[in-house]
């Protein structure tokens, strides 16, 4: 009886001390977080001079250029004060929003400032475009195109077909100009979601040049526990990825006719047997040629080395469509919970 | 500084995530005006040719740039920050809670400065 109770007292003591110690290291760390959160506050308060240059200037030239190693990059970035960061997040967001080496947090904020600048000025050229079919349509009605284009008048040629010519140039000028404010309007959805409880997405990589271009994170994967790198669509190159999949631990790829590789064994900064790649039955992605040299092979191809996951039958846009067996697998392949099919 | 449980536990992590998020809406929205500003002195330029009014109003214009630039960029770093404090905040506050439910079954009394005793 003696002996049970001097274990009981035993056992109580060290509970005591476990939760003490669980207790004393969860109030440090709420200290450490404000302390932080204090030193990073500060560090943003703009400098009391109200019209004094700016601090931290630092001129564009000195920016590293894209493509310089990512190491020599974050070099350069620890190197910035504080406010010399800020500086270049705010005024040189487009060569910083894109550029590997910089932290992902302060490549969220220079994208998003190109996102808006882009944004800007994608609605302003649908407003020109709609200012000169209106007057073109107007002349037209007119009759007065010759004003429009004195020089084909002048020369006796048709002005009406050059107005027709215009005419038609716009329509596809302002299609391509919906087409990226349609897509720039569903990521702004998921950028500036406000619900606490869905996890902060992170703008990594834009760009609206060609068919445009974005890499959204959700979640930091500076600090992530499991990275994937999800590559969609068709015939990214990926050879070479650049710091946005730089830590990718695992990569998987939907519909895709090829990722610029013949083999997985080329694919740099992701092991073999982390690349997973599915194709649904229905996608039209078939009926694009398996032409090595055009895309590299199929990556769901055996001769491709990667692993295979798969997809209920579907289109091109139904990989993430809810239910579908393509997306529980991507969740399972990114977080290493479960088994995929 | 030393903060206790109850604080913390009171912290409610959804509000400085919301105003995170309006110091980051804030910071486009200043940008937005600077955007504006820049039109606005292009304009002047073209319209305002000579003069001594011309000469300090570009200048005013090209000061008030500056100051809001320097307000953006200082807005730009405060958004993120406290969206990680209100992250950490959480995390810590659900351990916490935890931590301390478990001890009370387990027969261990805790107290807001996070000692402990049996009861």
Same mark, same amino acid.
């Given at each position: ?42 560090? *943003?308060?703009?400098?009391?001079? &109200? ?9 564009? !030239? ?8 990512? &190491? ?30 910089v932290p992902i947090d302060a490549r969220d904020q220079a994208n998003r400032i190109v996102f808006d !600048? ?107 526990? *499991? ?97 579908? !067996?393509?997306?529980? *697998?991507?969740?399972?392949? %990114? ?7 | ?25 804030? %910071? ?37 740039? !500056? ?15 406290? #969206?990680?404090?209100?992250?950490? &905040? #959480?995390?810590? &506050? ?8 478990? %001890? ?16």
């Amino acid at each position: 009886m003696h002996g049970q109770e001097a274990a009981a007292a035993r056992y109580a003591l060290a509970a005591q001390e476990s939760y003490a110690t669980q207790l004393r290291q969860l109030l440090a760390d709420a200290a450490a977080l404000d302390e932080a959160t204090i030193a990073k506050l500060t560090a *943003n308060r703009a400098p009391n001079s &109200a019209t004094g240059p700016m601090a931290g200037a630092i001129p564009r !030239q000195s920016v590293p250029v894209a493509g310089t190693d990512p &190491a020599t990059v974050h070099a350069w970035w620890d190197g910035l004060a504080e406010e010399e960061r800020r500086y270049v997040v705010a005024n040189h967001p487009d060569l910083v929003g894109n550029l590997d080496g910089v932290p992902i947090d302060a490549r969220d904020q220079a994208n998003r400032i190109v996102f808006d !600048q882009e944004t800007d000025r994608l609605q302003a050229h649908r407003h020109d475009l709609a200012d000169r079919e209106a007057y073109l349509r107007q002349m037209m009605r007119e009759g007065r195109l010759a004003e429009v284009y004195p020089d084909l008048a002048a020369r006796g040629l048709s002005v009406r077909d050059a107005a027709l010519f215009d005419l038609e140039t716009i329509d596809q000028q302002r299609a391509d100009s919906d087409g990226k404010l349609k897509g720039i309007g569903q990521i702004a959805d998921r950028l500036n979601v406000t619900d606490p409880s869905r996890q902060r997405a992170y703008l990594i990589g834009f760009s609206t040049e060609g068919d445009g271009r974005a890499v959204v994170s959700i979640g930091n994967p500076d600090t992530a526990d *499991n990275v994937l790198t999800y590559v969609p669509g068709t015939g990214a190159d990926i050879t070479h990825p650049g710091g946005d999949i730089k830590r990718a631990e695992k990569m998987a790829i939907d519909a895709s006719p090829g990722v610029g590789t013949n083999t997985v064994t080329d694919l740099h900064g992701v092991s073999a047997d982390q690349v997973w790649s599915t194709r649904a039955d229905g996608d039209p992605i078939h009926f694009v040629p398996d032409l090595d040299l055009v895309h590299g092979n199929d990556p769901t191809r055996d001769d491709f080395g990667g692993r295979v996951f798969t997809s209920d039958p579907g289109g091109h846009s139904d990989y993430w469509n809810k239910g579908n !067996q393509a997306r529980r *697998n991507i969740a399972i392949i %990114a977080t290493g919970q479960g088994v995929v099919s | 500084m030393s903060l206790t449980i109850s604080q913390i536990l009171a912290c409610d992590g959804a509000t400085p995530e919301i105003a995170g998020i309006t110091f980051d809406e804030l %910071a486009r929205a200043v940008d937005d005006r600077h955007d504006d500003l820049v039109g606005m002195l292009r304009d002047l330029e073209d319209v305002w040719e000579a003069g001594e009014g011309r000469t300090a109003a570009l200048e005013a214009g090209v000061a008030l740039r !500056q100051e809001i630039l320097t307000a953006q960029a200082a807005l730009v770093g405060t958004g993120p920050a406290l #969206r990680e404090f209100a992250s950490g &905040a #959480r995390a810590l &506050a659900a351990l916490l809670s935890q931590t301390v439910n478990e %001890a009370r079954a387990h027969g261990v009394g805790v107290a807001d400065d996070g000692t402990v005793m049996s009861i």
